[in-house]
């Protein structure tokens, strides 16, 4: 489903692309082949690994790339390009290959996320877009998946609709939190669109409207008799909210032979409350009756909660979440990693940096992930330039980047290519998998890394490593300062 329909999204570029493509129009370089990385350096939070997201949105946006009449007349009147320029724009179109890992895929720092290779014009122009739906979503697909393995199994909601910064933030987002697997949201567009399940049950407003707590309670039991969540701390969540809504149960859903509701805590200590609360429901013979809680929750607080005892089946996790509130910048980038020549070689381009950490990985690669055979775990990933080939029948030695003294060897595993060819030659060549599939891809593939890769703080550096014949061509080039 499209998100966009009433905006040319090709627009949605920093104007530098647009001053670049003529650059290259005027001076030759317009059908030069290139190609790009995206990939991130630093995982969110300080975590172990990152959740691949934002893909559909990309192929919905590379199939509609064009220019509009407007658009044209725009970029005539700012008087920096010539007519043969806005000519070619006026009859664009994406014509290169892409490649990414599929949606849902852990990833590591610096490894290709998604793979372009285009005319020059062709790849600078897309990549603020292709920049900014892979950070947007990835970053709360990340969180998202870091708040579902602090609630242990329990259900996680996503709330944030209203703490969105923005429209798309909000639809988009409660897409990538489904992906990293919570159970569904409360903005009803993104099912919608998406199918993402939204649900919800009253807000403090629907209690204070009615002249008591329990007429409150009782008339939402008779208009929701399968959906009886009742809010139980607009006034005093002990005292009056939980006998109340245990009243207005025994009162309407027993009669009808109705065991399973809920109520929700949105304020005060959950801990003490949901204990409490609990055996109150279970000493009034509501053992089915589930109690949820929100208000400002994330991975910490529900982690700290749950050590602690509380009595919690589910968790509403809104600002915190569609924001990423703790570090709400992915940091994905886009480099320039070879070109190719008319005869057809691939010449490999780094970016080099006083920054260690902003040394990029050069030429066309494919990247692998080994498991091992004996566990089913993920070992490492495998960067290798594009014509080499894994033998997983044989023990492989690979180089830790960031020590060229390190090697290690891994036997007794199966490899796996991350990358699917997603374009060629501007024809879609992916089907894309329906969002409740890569949800459950997501989730199994996190399955595959151990605990200690999953650690919130500290976890333990999961390596993406180099074949030996990259780790020589990069090398080559930062001897020689980066030039051919």
């Not at 008319?342 to 498991?371: A, Q």
Request: glycine residues 8%; charged residues 25%.
């Amino acid at each position: 489903m499209k998100v966009y329909d009433k905006i040319n999204l090709t627009m949605l570029c920093d104007f530098y692309e647009l001053t670049m493509a003529h650059g290259y129009f005027q001076n030759g370089y317009r059908d030069r082949i290139t190609y790009f990385d995206v990939f991130y350096r630093q995982c969110p939070d300080g975590g172990g690994f990152a959740i691949a997201a934002g893909l559909e949105q990309i192929i919905q946006y590379i199939q509609e790339l064009h220019f509009d009449p407007e658009d044209i007349e725009y970029l005539r009147g700012r008087n920096l390009f010539d007519e043969e320029f806005l000519d070619y724009l006026a009859h664009f179109k994406f014509t290169g290959d892409i490649w990414a890992v599929p949606e849902g895929t852990p990833v590591f720092p610096k490894e290709p996320i998604l793979t372009v290779r285009a005319k020059a014009i062709e790849a600078q122009l897309i990549e603020t877009f292709l920049l900014l739906s892979i950070n947007h979503q990835s970053l709360i697909a990340t969180k998202a998946n870091r708040v579902v393995r602090a609630a242990e199994g329990r259900t996680v909601l996503e709330f944030g609709s209203r703490r969105a910064q923005g429209a798309d933030a909000a639809i988009l987002g409660a897409r990538a939190a489904y992906i990293g697997g919570c159970n569904g949201t409360a903005c009803t567009i993104s099912d919608q669109l998406f199918g993402v399940k939204a649900g919800g049950t009253m807000a403090h407003a629907w209690v204070q409207m009615f002249d008591t707590e329990y007429e409150a309670f009782k008339t939402y039991c008779t208009l929701y008799p399968h959906n009886a969540t009742l809010l139980v701390d607009t006034y005093n969540t002990l005292k009056s909210g939980v006998p109340n809504a245990i009243r207005a149960f025994n009162e309407v859903l027993k009669p009808l032979g109705i065991t399973k509701c809920g109520i929700r805590l949105d304020s005060g200590d959950m801990t003490y409350l949901s204990k409490k609360a609990r055996k109150m429901l279970d000493d009034a013979g509501w053992t089915e009756c589930q109690i949820s809680v929100s208000n400002s929750l994330d991975e910490y607080i529900i982690q700290d909660i749950l050590r602690q005892g509380a009595q919690i089946d589910l968790f509403g996790v809104g600002e915190r979440l569609i924001t990423a509130r703790s570090e709400p910048v992915f940091g994905g980038v886009y480099k320039l990693v070879a070109v190719e020549e008319e005869d057809g070689t691939i010449l490999p381009k780094i970016k080099i940096s006083e920054n260690v950490g902003k040394i990029t990985n050069p030429h066309f690669k494919k990247l692998y992930r080994f498991y091992g055979n004996d566990t089913g775990k993920a070992i490492a990933d495998y960067l290798c330039v594009y014509d080499e080939t894994v033998d997983d029948s044989q023990d492989l030695e690979i180089f830790d980047p960031e020590a060229t003294w390190k090697t290690k060897t891994v036997y007794n595993f199966t490899a796996k290519e991350l990358q699917v060819p997603v374009f060629l030659g501007g024809e879609l060549v992916y089907e894309c998998p329906t969002l409740e599939q890569i949800r459950t891809y997501c989730l199994e593939q996190v399955d595959t890394l151990w605990d200690e890769v999953k650690r919130f703080d500290n976890p333990h550096t999961y390596y993406v490593d180099l074949s030996r014949k990259l780790w020589d061509i990069k090398y080559a080039l930062l001897k020689k300062g980066g030039c051919k």
